[in-house]
Every structure is written in structure tokens, then in C-alpha cells.
């Protein structure tokens, strides 16, 4: 059974450019959540979505940030305008109802 | 509000030793899971155990085991016979079935080094 599937990677941009990050959950998984990490403020939740619905987003940091879910395999998490500060690990996890998260390997991005 | 406390940042130990992990957790909910993650050098973060707050029965898997007090809030983690694969940073973490959905509120960690 594949994981949770994260593109790209690794992402190096500069300041000011748009930035998309993408998730595919696993199959059948009902919840989709992103997160970031960092060393000042640890794992935070951004945003997370139910059967495609966003739930809650009050941890998306500002404007600049946005998610979707057009479908149950596909997710993204838009920066427009990235800042140095955005840089940061950026996990995407799926759970069936509200049990264990599963994590993706993480996208690495890096905004000079 | 929820809350995780992992009081532990960084742990050494010698291959072989046995070492405990603490976590305390506060929720006002009378339903909640708590979990263990496991996050390698490699980056990925990786799920070890979920627990229901009506399940005190303390859970062994190989090497690992978990401890359960709800009267303590606790959900200490064991790692018998440590090994040098099992270097990595844990992470307890929580979810309030009813006042914070499916929120998973995380420690900040424990970084576990294990020297050979």
C-alpha cells in the first residue's frame, strides 16, 4: 500500500514567488491535514479538511497561505507571496476518521 | 485547552540500556487518544501506538512498551534494550474527541540519542 505522497520534495525559491505544495492521500482516508515544522515552533496544523471539506484553518498563518481539496486523492497548500519566514518542513498526514494520522515524507522548502 | 508536556528534550544512552520517554497531557475531554511518534534523521514521522483514554491497559510491542495512568495524565514510552536505530526524536501527542475534532496537538519532543 503506498503512503501519503508529497511533491516536491525539496523546493528552493526565491522571495515573492509562488509556491505549491502537493499531497495524495492515502486511499480511503477521510482526513487530510497540513502541517509545519520548524525548530522555533515545532509541528503546528495549518489547516485540516474532512471528505474534502475544510474544517478548520486557524492555523494557517496569514492571506498568504491557502489549501484545497478538489477531490479525495489530491490536495495542495499555495504560498503567494513566499517570505524567508515561510521556510519550513511542510508535512501532510491522513487518517480514516478521526484515528492515527499517517505522515507523508515532508516537502523542504527553502525561501531565500 | 490541550496540552502536551514532554519535560525530557534530550536523552543519552548507552546501547542496551532501557529508557523511559515521559509525557503528562491535559484535556477537559473525557474522551481522547493519545499517540507516540517516532521521527528519524531521515525527516519522516512515523506513527507507533494510539491509545483511547477508556483503555488503561498497558500495550508491549518487541522492545517497546506504554504506560497509561489517567490518574497521573500520563503516557510514559519505554524503549528496553535500546539499540542505535531507535536515535530519533519522539513525540507524544494528543486529540480531544469533542472540543477540538480531530486536532492533534503534539509535545515538543524528545530528542533520544543512543550511543553504541
Known amino acids: 500500500d503506498a503512503g501519503v505522497i508529497q511533491s516536491p520534495r525539496h523546493e528552493v525559491t526565491e522571495m515573492g514567488q509562488e509556491v505549491t505544495l502537493r499531497c495524495k492521500p492515502i486511499?480511503?482516508?477521510?482526513?487530510l491535514f497540513w502541517y509545519r515544522q520548524t525548530m522555533m515552533r515545532g509541528l503546528e496544523l495549518l489547516i485540516y479538511?474532512?471528505?474534502?471539506?475544510?474544517?478548520?484553518d486557524s492555523g494557517m498563518p496569514e492571506d498568504r497561505f491557502s489549501a484545497k481539496m478538489p477531490n479525495a486523492s489530491f490536495s495542495t497548500l499555495k504560498i503567494q507571496p513566499s517570505e524567508p519566514r515561510d521556510s519550513a518542513v511542510y508535512f501532510c498526514?491522513?487518517?480514516?476518521?478521526?484515528?492515527?494520522?499517517?505522515f507523508g515524507p515532508g516537502t523542504r522548502l527553502t525561501v531565500t | 485547552a490541550q496540552k502536551v508536556t514532554q519535560a525530557q528534550t534530550e536523552i543519552s544512552v548507552v546501547e542496551k540500556e532501557d529508557v523511559t520517554l515521559d509525557c503528562v497531557y491535559e484535556?477537559?475531554?473525557?474522551?481522547?487518544?493519545l499517540f507516540w511518534y517516532k521521527q528519524p534523521p531521515s525527516g519522516e514521522l512515523v506513527f507507533l501506538i494510539r491509545r483511547n483514554s477508556f483503555d488503561e491497559q498497558n500495550e508491549i510491542s518487541g522492545r517497546y512498551s506504554w504506560n497509561f495512568q489517567k490518574s497521573t495524565s500520563s503516557f510514559n514510552f519505554t524503549i528496553t534494550a535500546s539499540q542505535v536505530v531507535d536515535s530519533a526524536v519522539y513525540f507524544c501527542?494528543?486529540?480531544?474527541?469533542?472540543?477540538?475534532?480531530?486536532?492533534?496537538?503534539f509535545g515538543e519532543g524528545t530528542q533520544l540519542t543512543v550511543n553504541p
Open positions: 486511499s480511503g482516508h477521510d482526513y
Open positions: 484535556t477537559r475531554d473525557t474522551t481522547y487518544y
Open positions: 498526514a491522513s487518517s480514516f476518521r478521526r484515528y492515527e494520522q499517517y
Open positions: 501527542a494528543l486529540s480531544e474527541r469533542e472540543t477540538s475534532g480531530s486536532r492533534l496537538t
Open positions: 479538511f474532512n471528505n474534502n471539506v475544510p474544517i478548520d
